[in-house]
């Protein structure tokens, strides 16, 4: 319930901004508005309390990998952000998650070093740069 709210949250400024916007109409408002309930209807499946314990577990690996970057253990770094990033990939609920921000996009919290790994394992850049 808590990431739920907290998404609707994060949308209610575009809602705001796209209502004082001259050019939007009735139906496009309206289209918004369906948009987000649909989306908040697709998180309300998802374990909260494992969202927030992946939460968690980004915050503590991001404080890891930076010290890590400052360190001058860039490899470690790297390996560390990979890691975490294929587990996120593989996990059924942040799956769900980001299929429901497909709706939003945009509106999605960043998700750390989730665009580390491409499709074929590889890394798209280092973490520390």
Do not use: W
């Not at 109409?25 to 927030?52: F, T, V």
């Not at 991001?62 to 400052?70: G, H, N, R, V």
């Amino acid at each position: 319930m808590k990431i739920s709210t907290v998404f609707i949250s994060l949308l209610m400024p575009a809602m705001v901004v796209a209502q004082s916007y001259q050019g939007m109409s009735e139906a496009d408002m309206q289209n918004m508005m369906q948009q987000m309930q649909e989306a908040q209807a697709c998180m309300q499946g998802i374990d909260q309390s494992r969202l927030e314990a992946f939460e968690l577990q980004a915050r503590k690996t991001e404080s890891e990998i930076k010290s890590l970057c400052a360190s001058g253990k860039r490899d470690a770094a790297q390996q560390e952000a990979m890691a975490f990033a294929r587990e996120i990939k593989s996990d059924p609920d942040i799956q769900k998650m980001l299929g429901c921000g497909e709706k939003m996009r945009g509106m999605m919290p960043a998700m750390p070093y989730l665009d580390q790994v491409n499709a074929s394992g590889e890394s798209g850049g280092h973490v520390c740069d």
